[in-house]
């Protein structure tokens, strides 16, 4: 299991996301360019050491990034009509998240194996890009049983 921001805009949620992995032992990809300078203050201030504990890989573009897959490319949006909960997740599986302002463009939308959404009300939009990351790969991990020992 891997988790994959599509060019995150906002240092902090990439700091969250990242320490998420490094909790979980879950590897991340970052897709470029993103909002923010990598070596941003706010990055590491939300991720603080556990930035030592997780594995980064950069892409410079999304096909990039497409090229080196070798399991399922899984895209979380707000749009898809499939529940994360009625999805079977296999351990091979990259969870793919959109930017905070957009989410991902068609064509990238297109591209991925899958589309799920996570279940929210009616009257609100959307889950901040940490909290859906958090919340994805939670039910990924739980029905892969890939949880830390
Ligand atoms: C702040 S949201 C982006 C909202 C953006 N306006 C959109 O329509 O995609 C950032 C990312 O979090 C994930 N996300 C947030 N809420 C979600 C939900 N209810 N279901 C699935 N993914 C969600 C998606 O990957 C989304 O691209």
Not at 78 to 83: F, G, N, Q, V, Y
Not at 100 to 104: F, I, L, T
């Given at each position: 299991m891997r988790l994959c921001l599509y060019q995150p805009e906002i240092a902090g949620n990439v700091g969250a996301v990242m320490r998420l992995g490094a909790c979980m032992g879950v590897g991340i990809d970052l897709i470029e360019p993103?909002?923010?300078?990598?070596?941003?203050?706010r990055v590491r201030r939300t991720a603080m050491d556990y930035i030592d504990h997780v594995e980064i890989r950069r892409h410079p573009s999304f096909e990039s990034f497409r090229g080196t897959l070798g399991g399922r490319l899984v895209l979380l949006t707000?749009?898809?009509?499939?529940?994360l909960y009625d999805f079977k997740f296999q351990a091979s599986d990259t969870l793919i998240f959109g930017k905070?302002?957009?989410?991902?463009p068609v064509d990238v939308a297109s591209t991925c194996d899958d589309r799920l959404k996570i279940p929210i009300r009616a009257e609100v939009r959307s889950f901040n890009l940490a909290t859906s990351a958090a919340l994805a790969l939670g039910e990924a991990l739980r029905q892969t049983r890939g949880f830390p020992e």
């Open positions: 993103m909002g923010f300078q990598w070596d941003d203050r707000t749009k898809a009509t499939t529940s905070e302002s957009a989410g991902v």
